[in-house]
């Protein structure tokens, strides 16, 4: 039936509450209206108003239906409020109105029926009250009613009228049961009912009480009943919230791609308003800066051309680059590439983005040490953020450039970009960026750092923007300390140093032999109200520096956070399985700790911690700390300008004073540069002069660099011929730099010579295409040495061990494999202890023992050495050196126990941990080494395991949950205690009952091993379905009839 015949509309209103003040109708309870019962628009005067219904007046019904009108303003009584502050059912008329409007005309329209004196026909339009409301003759049954609403409604009506609607129809209320007689046509062709009968006037006895009955009470009876319902273990809201997601999602990605460039095209910088609520729930950030409002707006953002940006350190730059990659993920669905400097850092980055990927649906993977997958899991659905150092982001590059998959990066974020001056990393990186630039224009490239200074030659290698600012969210006052004299630094000015203060603090005799340098003085001014870093030249004088302060401070200080430092004495005695640094353990009830590479990263990792949240308030540390994670403070001491034995350079100092100020707790940062007079001339120097500018390093160690690169553009098929590498070449940082660079040859002259290096190596061949033309091919050995990033210095060193040891490997120990896995450049960073070396060698069996002979470290030789006798037959160096590594990875493997080792053979133990995080990832490089080699396919299934063991170097119970980033050895032992024992049991933990069950475990800490087990269970099941996937697939290339 169409819904023309009746006068009802029903329009869905959203349930969230809202002012009631512009839905106030005649149904509104008297007490709750705007206006007071004596004024006309209130209590009775309502039925004085020319209300229309459908267009017509109610003052204009007949006396009957108006009656009726009257009965039901009665019926909903004014002194009863039907949903209280609940209006979502209110539009332009009420609901609950219209509602018994129909009912009561059904009711009428029964009533009539049964009247024996009715002929089955209206008498005129206003007979009915239901002919009335529809303006025309036709006959408008129940049912009639009942479909017109069904089909305009039924689908429409939120839950909480829902069940309402079905207990009428199920009583049937609305049914055509109203009319219990078989209806008869009589000659006239009217339609008529038959007569009644006792049955029927029961039931229409039973509809005229129905009709007479409250409304509010059958409605109210209705909600309660819903409020009972279960439901369907779906949270309404948080599908809404999920709904409104995609649709912003998809808003943003439709208009990003008809829209006109330079356009906001999102609620936050492109991106759906959930993005910013997560930075401010779980970064603390309502706003951001305005350089950083300017640069996420530039012209070049907005096109996607590649930018370089540079600010001061603690200027925000991070948040930027982040933002930068959620519009690539979330907006372009196109995976992104974070390369960060450090594995800490790649560690550290992963826990934090874990959260925001499980919120916004996308996947982080970490590349760092020997994790990674080469090439990454292609993904149908989900995209991926790839964090990752500098070494393993190359190898991804070159494995999706192998794959020809390097279109599906839409971004490569590089952080700390002045690494590329930095050495043989700086070359790695080089390489990387430059393959990025040749094969896929699409990609998007930005690089960001704090000390940038010939911008205009990255800017011509990355063709890209360049955006600068010396915004610092907190004032930096730079001073220096000559003797007991403070001057403020003025670089500009002639005199650069301009007299300050005088230091003013009682030294006793004792003390100033103690600290000549009055290091006691400066950091008693800010401690413990503030906090204050220590920046020393070297390891030892870290710790020295930290014994030496607590001796003098005042007692007072050991009652400040007293619990909170007891604490972390707890943690650090569980991190070192029992064993504390003595050092540690007098300078933590002060409030003071060292840093530096000595320490484990689990150490490292509860330092900063304690002194990001104020339980520590100084530490002394070395230069790495400036250039690793972020941990401001007050004032920033420099104890010293060397750097070990070298002098500061600007870059350096740059990065250790930019420490100084906390944003939204200091109003200014301090930095004092300790000076003696003899360095006086040369700190001037260093304070006026500008930054250093960054160079290629290709042509580093005989042109090492340039080697690698040629080797892997021939074995990627990137380039074939000379002509093509000398081109690729000139696009690259040397190329651009050549003048400075390549003073010597051309670049011709250089791609020629290295192109002859590879091929007397036996890494490339010379050969001829179908045209006649000569072409470059990569040899067995040269792809084997280029994906497993193997060192060209090492790599037939590697090959020849590898193969010899297939002569007679010793498979009853781990030693002869640790020994081909030790890192060959590990080899000059530790000079063999004797006397170890001999007791390690007489616990050995005696397969060992001819193992080490065979390699030519015979028992005689170290028994000669300990002794300090002469050696009539030297052995290798670089062997001898090598298999004492191997035998401190052996003792590792076999004990599991840091601190032990550590101490067994006088080492640091951050070395030990170090020289761990080395092995594990070169054993990943010789593994895929030796999959390019057919005679080398025994190692494969050997060095599998043995990374594994490597990588985590823990009981096999403790693997699975160490697999998660930021659980260490201590953690994974608390986690397996308590019952969590699987990455599937740590994934599905309440972080409430972690912190609860697992000792000293903080909230944020819970949270974040939760998040990061939650994406790596993800990461692993979105791998599996993909295979799963590929496998059922159709073949593209299957054969067809």
């Not at 791609?257 to 609520?277: H, N, Q, R, T, W």
């Not at 729930?281 to 996607?304: A, P």
């Amino acid at each position: 039936m169409n819904t023309d015949h009746q006068g009802i509309k029903v329009k869905r209103v959203t349930s969230r509450k809202r002012s009631r003040d512009g839905l106030r109708s005649h149904l509104t309870p008297a007490k709750k209206r705007t206006g007071s019962p004596e004024e006309p628009e209130g209590g009775h005067a309502v039925l004085m108003m020319e209300e229309k219904l459908e267009g017509v007046s109610v003052m204009a019904l007949d006396g009957p239906v108006r009656d009726l009108w009257h009965q039901l303003q009665h019926d909903c009584s004014d002194q009863e409020d039907l949903f209280g502050d609940y209006d979502s059912i209110l539009g332009d008329r009420s609901f609950l109105a219209k509602l018994e409007e129909v009912e009561f005309g059904m009711g009428c329209d029964n009533r009539v029926a049964s009247d024996p004196g009715f002929d089955g026909a209206p008498h005129s339009p206003e007979d009915g009250y239901m002919a009335l409301r529809t303006g025309d003759s036709k006959d408008c049954s129940s049912a009639d009613v009942v479909s017109s609403l069904r089909d305009t409604f039924m689908d429409e009506l939120p839950s909480s009228q829902l069940a309402f609607q079905q207990e009428l129809l199920k009583k049937g209320a609305w049914s055509t049961n109203s009319s219990a007689s078989p209806q008869t046509g009589d000659a006239t062709g009217r339609t008529t009912r038959g007569r009644p009968t006792s049955r029927n006037r029961k039931d229409e006895r039973d509809a005229e009480a129905q009709a007479k009955s409250s409304v509010t009470d059958r409605l109210k009876s209705a909600m309660r009943e819903n409020a009972t319902v279960s439901s369907l273990g779906v949270s309404t809201s948080a599908a809404r919230k999920e709904a409104a997601l995609t649709k912003e999602i998809s808003a943003a990605m439709e208009a990003r791609e008809a829209g006109p460039a330079g356009i906001d095209l999102g609620p936050f910088y492109g991106l759906p308003s959930k993005v910013k609520e997560l930075i401010s729930k779980q970064r603390g950030i309502k706003d951001l800066y305005d350089w950083q409002k300017t640069c996420l707006t530039l012209e070049s953002v907005q096109q996607r051309r590649n930018l370089i940006y540079s600010l001061p350190t603690s200027g925000g730059k991070t948040l930027v680059a982040e933002i930068l990659i959620l519009r690539e993920l979330l907006c372009r669905s196109m995976n992104a590439l974070l390369i960060l400097p450090y594995i800490s850092l790649v560690q550290e980055k992963v826990r934090g983005l874990a959260s925001l990927g499980l919120e916004l649906d996308f996947l982080v993977e970490e590349y760092a040490g020997s994790k990674g997958r080469f090439p990454p899991v292609k993904r149908r659905k989900k995209k991926s953020l790839f964090v990752a150092t500098i070494e393993k982001g190359h190898s991804l590059v070159n494995s999706l450039v192998e794959a020809d998959r390097l279109q599906g990066l839409g971004l490569v974020v590089v952080d700390e970009l002045h690494m590329l001056g930095e050495g043989k990393r700086g070359a790695l990186l080089e390489m990387t960026l430059a393959k990025v630039l040749y094969v896929s224009s699409s990609t998007q490239i930005i690089g960001m750092s704090a000390t940038l200074s010939n911008t205009e030659d990255l800017q011509k290698f990355l063709k890209a923007d360049n955006f600068t600012s010396d915004f610092r969210p907190v004032q930096l006052m730079e001073y220096v300390k000559v003797r007991d004299i403070i001057y403020e630094i003025h670089p500009k000015e002639e005199e650069c140093f301009n007299f300050s203060r005088v230091l003013n603090f009682k030294y006793s005799s004792s003390m100033q032999k103690v600290d000549p340098d009055h290091i006691i003085a400066l950091v008693a001014e800010v401690i413990p109200a503030h906090s204050c870093l220590v920046f020393c030249p070297s390891k030892k004088n870290c710790e020295n520096v930290a014994d030496m302060i607590c001796k003098y401070l005042k007692k007072g200080f050991l009652k400040h956070r007293e619990e909170e430092k007891a604490r972390l004495l707890q943690e650090l005695r569980e991190s070192g399985a029992g064993a504390l640094c003595p050092v540690l353990c007098r300078t933590v009830p002060f409030g003071l700790a060292y840093h530096h590479g000595g320490l484990t990263g689990e150490e490292r990792r509860l330092l900063e911690e304690a002194y990001s949240a104020g339980t520590l308030c100084l530490l002394t540390c070395t230069s790495t700390l400036a250039a690793g994670i972020n941990l401001p403070a007050r004032r920033v001491i420099l104890r010293s300008p060397y750097v070990a034995t070298d002098f500061l350079k600007r870059s350096q100092y740059k990065q250790m004073v930019g420490r100084a100020g906390r944003a939204g707790i200091d109003s200014l940062g301090e930095s004092i540069l300790i000076l003696q007079e003899k360095d006086r001339l040369s700190a001037k120097q260093l304070l006026s002069s500008p930054l250093e500018s960054c160079y290629s390093h290709l042509m580093d160690a005989n042109g090492q660099g340039i080697h690698s690169l040629i080797l892997s553009l021939v074995g990627l098929k990137i380039t074939r011929t000379l002509e093509q590498i000398r081109d690729f070449v000139s696009g690259t940082l040397l190329g651009v730099q050549q003048s400075h660079s390549c003073q010597e040859k051309s670049l011709w002259e250089i791609v020629q010579d290295s192109v002859e290096f590879l091929r007397h190596k036996g890494l490339i061949s010379v050969s001829t295409d179908c045209e006649n033309n000569t072409v470059l091919l990569v040899t067995n050995l040269g792809r084997a040495t280029y994906k497993g990033s193997i060192d060209l210095t090492y790599c037939d060193v590697l090959y020849r061990d590898l193969s010899k040891g297939l002569d007679g490997l010793m498979l009853s120990s781990l030693l002869h494999l640790v020994y081909l896995v030790t890192p060959y450049d590990l080899v000059s960073q530790c000079k063999p202890d004797w006397m170890v070396y001999f007791r390690q060698l007489t616990s050995m069996t005696a397969t060992e023992l001819k193992m080490a002979s065979v390699l030519g470290v015979p028992e005689s030789f170290v028994a000669r050495k300990a002794a300090g006798q002469s050696v009539r037959k030297p052995a290798d160096p670089e062997v001898v050196g090598r298999l004492y590594l191997a035998l401190v990875l052996l003792s590792m493997l076999k004990e599991t126990d840091l601190w032990a080792v550590a101490d067994r053979f006088r080492l640091t133990r951050g070395f030990v941990q170090s020289l761990l995080s080395s092995a594990s990832a070169f054993c990943s490089c010789v593994l895929h080494f030796t999959e390019e080699l057919g005679e080398l396919w025994a190692y494969k299934a050997l060095l599998t395991e043995l990374m594994r063991r490597l990588t985590y170097c823990v009981k096999a119970e403790l693997i699975p949950l160490m697999e998660v980033a930021g659980v260490q050895e201590a953690r994974a032992k608390q986690l397996h205690g308590a019952g969590y024992k699987t990455l599937c049991h740590l994934a599905n933990a309440d972080p409430s009952l972690l912190v609860q069950t697992v000792p000293n475990l903080s909230k944020r800490q819970a949270n974040q091993i939760v998040a990061s087990a939650k994406m790596l269970l993800m990461e692993k099941a979105e791998s599996l379905q993909e295979e799963v996937n590929e496998l059922l697939s159709l073949p593209a290339d299957l054969p067809s009839s």
